[in-house]
């Protein structure tokens, strides 16, 4: 495990867990995107606890169990959907009197310290077994650095057309192979200055999308205002809630200074690997993206995000191994992010509205992203089940990824590589105890 488990971090897991399950089950503050809309109804009386319960329960299990642990466990960071989809679940389960308020809030602190405790148990369990996997499974997040520069480009092409997302493709890849080239620079005064090039391209890529985006937009009329006054009991809702909420954000910051949490595949593994810089900015790139889906979820729903828009990893990243002041600053920043993010809630969701390029562009960074991060983690799953088990780890994880597609219920397509390796590994053993490995 990336992480040390110690009486610092079995306080702060049992904090991040317990205040989470119980925003949720208060109805302030839910992670699943697609469940906060279903607050509405609900405060209105539209559907009971049941219903939000079960649909949480929904669309939430099969992310925990698809995707949450299998990546989790292949980086040795929480993926934060495995703690935080669980406590929306924990939440909504119980009602929000006061019996309910307390058993969410114990049992989501008592999860999020067993999640640390079950990460371990699983690791020094398959380092007991006769062929030890571990190591090849850190092949499955091989790619998504290298690759993750790409996400960009798709995005700009999703927005605009093919032609201008293929120009920014070729120069990331021109400004990649040029840092490779000529880094670490050297400056005058003889300071030398290292650069990641997969950092560059992400960078650059990051930032010819913004400029695309903006020059796509058209201010739109002044209806926004109007459209968005219909909402200003929501807004004042959440505003109501943000000490709350500021100490969640505060949370989720120092959760990821301590290497506990990871806010999405791409930067776990990237973290897991100790490249931060490139860490910082595929997290930089995802908080973009949730910008739009984040505010307008929460503006029509009156229940925002324990982690907000994302924006409080992408400072905590920086911070990793700083020490005590790492630690403070990074709860002190996240939870000063979050406090802006809710008082500027109605300011920039209708900036958005005015803006339909940027809002679009969240739509496009999302799925961008997740086409990217399919593949990556696919072909470094087949990597790593390959490295287990030779040649057949290819036929077992490809093969897994098109069964799955024709399941009623599939899991998420960038699971089934994490999932695939994991799944040769204990075969393998199988194998080897029965004497056919």
Known sequence: MVFEINVLTVLVMAAFGGLSA???????????DGLRPMYGPYINGDIDRKTLFATSFAISFGLIVGLGLPTSIAGGIILVHTILLACDIIGTMFKENKRGMLLSTLIGAAFGVLLMFGMQGFIDLIALLPINFLGSLGTVGALIVVLFCVFPALAVAYQTNAKTGLIVLVLTMFVRHITALFSPFTLPNGAVIPLSADGMALLFSIVA???????SSKKGSNVASEAFA??????????????????????????????LIAEGPGSLIATAEGNYQEAFLIALGRFIGFIPLVMTTAIISGVYSPAGTKAVHVPAILLINMGIFGLVGSFVIGALIMA?????????????????????????????????????????????AHAIWPGVGYIWVIGLYFLNQQTKKPIPAMAVGPLGAISAGIMVNVLYVIGLF
């Open 22 to 32: 119980y925003l949720a089950n208060q109805n302030i503050a839910v992670f699943h």
């Open 209 to 215: 999308m913004v400029f695309v985006a903006v020059r």
């Open 230 to 259: 219909v909402f200003a009991k929501n807004i004042d809702r959440i505003k109501k809630n943000m000490l709350l909420l500021s100490i969640s954000g505060g949370l989720v910051a120092l959760t990821t200074t301590m290497l």
């Open 340 to 384: 802006i993010e809710v008082l500027l809630l109605g300011f920039i969701a209708k900036g958005l509205d005015r803006f339909p390029g940027m809002k679009d562009l969240g739509d496009n960074i999302r799925t961008a992203m997740s086409k990217v991060l399919d593949i990556a983690l696919l072909v470094g799953g087949m990597m790593a």
